[in-house]
């Protein structure tokens, strides 16, 4: 078979590296790939961005490309598996209604309050005043979030008032996040442990894969601004065998039910980020 991977990064190369090693298939395409997967035997790059919906299709087509693989929040959100499945062909991820857990974070908390699933307390905003006057009777330090997808850089732990409200005016009137930040998410701040819990779906059933954990800070000692990740390591310590079963019971199962129950079931890989508050 013929599989086709969308993305750029080292997720999508650690994807072509091991689909490749499949006895089942033949040829494995990554776009847009990079210096990396251009080196894998049976990889190759095709030069096809990975928001590029009607071009990817337009590929699948020609090549007859067996099943799509999809690395990148954005493309989801745009609906790349809603088209190809329109157009018959496999594409593996969350249609778009289901993405939205990933591209709005106002989604995201809504829908965890509505099925009572544990989350950090939060409001949620699109104009400057209403919001510094939030803040101003606010707990510091306080979380500033971008609502859209920010490529894991659209969050700020802000550590006085002041930074919180520079993080406001960057989102809300600088645009520093473009239209990810035409709204912003004020969140709780939780003193503790994250971990990264990701899970197959299927839509109604669940299969949890093994945790991890990043650092988010910059620099040494948890300081310094947030960042997309600085490393990782795999299990993550603090998620063991009695912590993952509640995680499962209290998060993970609640979620895809939930979903299912909306009539957006969620089809591919679901990633939750935990936080085990010592407060």
Known sequence: MKVLIVGSGGREHALAWKVAQSPHVQQVFVA???AGTSLEKGVENVPLFAEDISGLLHFADIQNIDLTIVGPEAPL?????DQFQKAGRRCFGPSAAAARLEASK?????????WNIPTARYATFTE??????YLRNHDIPVVIKADGLAAGKGVVVATSFLEAENAVRDMLDRKVFGSAGSRVVIEE?????????IALCDGLHVLPLASSQDHKARDDGDKGPNTGGMGAYSPAPVLNTIVEKLAMEQILLPTIRGLASEGTPYRGILYVGVMFASQ
């Open 128 to 133: 400057i005043e209403p919001t510094l006057k």
């Open 189 to 197: 701040f939780l003193v503790g442990e994250e971990a990264s819990f």
């Open 106 to 114: 106002t989604y995201a908390k809504e829908f965890l309050t509505r």
């Open 32 to 34: 847009s790939g990079n």
């Open 77 to 81: 959100a745009r609906g790349i598996v």
